[in-house]
């Protein structure tokens, strides 16, 4: 059973602070990965893809790999209450697949 | 990205019955996915839409439950079908929409909530 892990949370932070989410995935062969924001209420949106160990960045966001620990995190950074969501980490299997972990709750305090 | 639309966006179905999900997307795809979000889950893949043949279900998933049609690069529906209770989710369809430089990036519709009664 392939697997994608993540800590449910919630993880609290005050506003401005950074916010770390992780995520750790057990099919060794996963080339692709994703991080995507779930209001309640709505339908997923991506945030972040990655490909390749090391890190990438996009505005407040960094999304960092390494495939030989099989973890991928998501760095927020100067968190705003409006990042308060649930935060999915994806892992695309063959076939182009998406197993999805259960989601990680942040809370960013104002 | 991609424009997707989903129609019901909710429904309140007796037990038994059957529901038609309509995904529309605004533009030619190849590559569509249904996905179920049971109350505080996370999102379980049913099966993958493929136009021109039939569709491919994951384990735990059958036809005859979640019948699916693609008729072209831009439509799918799925049919949840004799319903219980345990129906209750919000159903998803989904779009491959390949970045320039990026593989297999997906993109959700808004989403459908069904409630079984």
């Known amino acids: 059973q392939k697997e994608v892990e993540q800590n449910s949370g919630p993880l609290s932070v005050p506003e401005g602070a950074i916010a770390s989410l992780n995520c750790t995935y057990s099919d060794r062969v996963s080339q692709s990965f994703f991080w995507y924001r779930q209001y309640s209420g709505k339908s997923p949106e991506l945030i972040m893809s990655i490909y390749s160990n090391g890190d990438k960045e996009d505005g407040r966001f960094t999304a960092q790999l390494n495939k030989a620990s099989q973890y991928v995190s998501l760095l927020i950074r100067d968190s705003q209450p409006s990042d308060s969501a649930t935060y999915l980490c994806?892992?695309?299997?063959?076939?182009?697949?998406?197993?999805f972990g259960a989601g990680t709750i942040l809370r960013v305090k104002s | 990205s991609a424009v997707i639309s989903q129609k019901p966006s909710r429904d309140i179905c007796q037990r038994g019955t059957s529901l038609t999900i309509q995904c529309q997307v605004d533009?030619?795809?190849?590559?569509m996915f249904w996905y179920r979000q049971q109350p505080g889950q996370s999102l379980t893949l049913i099966a993958t839409a493929n136009q021109g043949s039939e569709a491919t279900y994951e384990s735990g998933f059958v036809i005859d439950k979640f019948p699916i049609s693609r008729p072209n690069l831009t439509f799918s529906t799925l049919t949840v079908s004799n319903m219980s209770p345990e129906d209750s989710s919000i159903y998803l369809c989904?779009?491959?929409?390949?970045?320039?430089?990026?593989?297999?990036?997906?993109?959700f519709g808004p989403g459908t909530r069904l409630t079984v009664l």
């Open positions: 533009s030619q795809v190849t590559m």
């Open positions: 994806a892992v695309n299997e063959y076939g182009n697949k998406l197993v």
């Open positions: 989904s779009v491959e929409r390949p970045l320039a430089g990026e593989t297999d990036t997906q993109y």
